[in-house]
């Protein structure tokens, strides 16, 4: 039996895990495929929210203590594993973006550096940008992370944590609470602990029904490119219209993403490829003439106004819950997860988990 079990091997779970490790407890992870594989492998890395001026104050606090949080995290994982999450602070540049003025008087009120720049300022930072663009906005302080790279990374130091224990390839099958604790009904037999964490994404509304609970977390799918570009034809994140590229260390360059409402298909198909690629070379037009390496989808689990479920079951003590960060688990997951590690431990909270309790926010099944 350990003190915590963990259902979800996302970077959400991982990281839970690695703060509840950090803190000396046991905990099992649990999950239904191979860790690392499913959102948290397929979105783009990007630590910011792609336009934060448009979310609300509740995403804004959790993104905020994240963005400061990457970087020490990633130079963490790298001493202690030698696998580095490819954590990059070379800023974004927004091109074509319709309310500006909302933009500059959000980063006035919250302090964050971000400035109306001309083309010289453009071209030089990014000089593949698309030609014939005057303005655009500079966020220089943006970073962005190799996700596969963050999850290998903390995967690789959990096997390395006395009292951490993973079950893939394990389907939890039944949840039944008992006082404070629970056990779990799986296809590997049962699991017993002291509290659970249900932290499995687009698939969290599931687990929640065997409480007769209704969690209202969707999935809704993203397809993403990948381009085989040489080093240094994109050299940040650029996003324009809704889309984005977002270069890694080695040339490559990601392209992303769609939003699709189709249940639980992560299937590919070639009219979002094609969309992907025109936005992709829109935005860097020598992309046109490199190889599509690859092409994939993932489930982001969607909710109602894109802020998370952080917080304890109602009536339900041993049962937690961290899931619906829609467009934004990996921005999220370091606030998020020490948001309720401080609430499960009794420490004083990082910021007011109110916004994120699921009282209110839960229908009966």
């Not at 499913?38 to 905020?64: D, F, K, N, Q």
């Not at 249900?198 to 409480?211: D, Y």
Request: glycine share 10%; net charge negative; aromatic share 6%.
């Amino acid at each position: 039996m350990s003190d915590f079990v963990v259902i979800g091997g996302g970077v959400i779970g991982l990281m839970t895990t690695l703060q509840l490790a950090d803190a000396g407890y046991s905990v099992s992870v649990v999950e239904r495929g191979h860790c690392g594989r499913e959102a948290s492998w397929a979105g783009g890395g990007i630590v910011s929210p792609l336009y934060p001026w448009r979310y609300s104050a509740p995403v804004s606090r959790l993104s905020t203590w994240s963005e400061g949080a990457y970087p020490e995290l990633a130079l963490r994982l790298l001493e202690e594993t030698g696998v580095d999450p490819e954590y990059r602070q070379k800023g974004l540049l927004y091109l074509r973006v319709e309310d500006e003025d909302k933009a500059l008087m959000w980063a006035r009120e919250v302090g964050k550096p971000l400035s109306r720049v001309g083309p010289d300022m453009i071209y030089t930072k990014e000089p593949g940008a698309c030609s014939g663009i005057e303005e655009a906005l500079w966020m220089p302080t943006l970073g962005s992370i190799r996700n596969p790279r963050l999850m290998r990374s903390l995967r690789t130091r959990l096997d390395a944590m006395p009292g951490v224990t993973f079950h893939e390839n394990c389907e939890v099958r039944g949840i039944v609470a008992k006082g404070q604790g629970a056990t779990l009904e799986t296809s590997l037999g049962a699991l017993s602990a002291d509290q659970v964490v249900i932290c499995s994404g687009a698939w969290s509304a599931q687990l929640l029904e065997m409480l007769d609970l209704r969690l209202p977390v969707r999935p809704v799918k993203g397809q993403m490119l990948l381009f085989k570009a040489r080093p240094g034809m994109a050299n940040r994140v650029v996003l324009m219209d809704g889309r984005y590229v977002i270069p890694r260390a080695d040339g490559r360059v990601l392209a992303g993403s769609t939003l699709e409402e189709a249940g639980f298909d992560k299937t590919t198909d070639a009219a979002a490829r094609e969309s992907l690629w025109h936005s992709a070379t829109s935005i860097i037009p020598a992309l046109a003439d490199c190889e599509v390496e690859h092409h994939w989808a993932g489930l982001r689990p969607g909710s109602p106004d894109g802020v998370p479920f952080i917080g304890q079951v109602p009536g339900m003590p041993g049962i937690h819950v961290n899931a619906g960060h829609y467009r934004n688990g990996l921005v999220l997951a370091p606030a998020s997860t020490r948001l309720l590690v401080d609430e499960m431990l009794g420490r004083s909270p990082i910021i007011d988990p109110t916004p994120y309790r699921l009282e209110g926010r839960l229908e009966q099944a």
